[in-house]
Nanobody, 115 residues
């Protein structure tokens, strides 16, 4: 069973930056796909960024050029550097890990961007 723990959310003014981190535990296997999703009340959870294998991250159009995802594969850890934050980035951000056919989720961390 994979456990994911996120950290780094908080309140920031528009134009500011935050860095989210996610550490996976409970497996000695290298997790192939890890990603960040976000959700606001009343809307579906949407992908923000994801990395598969040793490839480059893929980003949602809404965050391209502002967010950067990185991973430490040896530690099954990922980060999301969020710059030039906008009020519309306000959401609960979730870390996701896919191991074989199973999806695992963190508890979520709140990001609030004030205008």
């Amino acid at each position: 069973q994979v456990q994911l723990v996120e950290s780094g959310g908080g309140l920031v003014q528009a134009g500011g930056s935050l860095r989210l981190s996610c550490a996976a535990s409970g497996t000695s296997l290298r997790i192939n796909t890890m990603g960040w999703y976000r959700q606001v009340p009343g809307k579906q959870r949407e992908v923000v960024a994801a990395i598969t294998g040793g490839g480059s991250p893929n980003y949602a159009d809404s965050v391209k050029g502002r967010f950067t995802m990185s991973r430490d594969s040896a530690k099954n850890t990922v980060h999301l550097q969020m710059n030039s934050l906008k009020p519309e980035d306000t959401a609960i951000y979730y870390c996701n890990a896919r191991l074989f056919a199973d999806d695992y989720w963190g508890q979520g961390t709140q990001v609030t961007v004030s205008s």
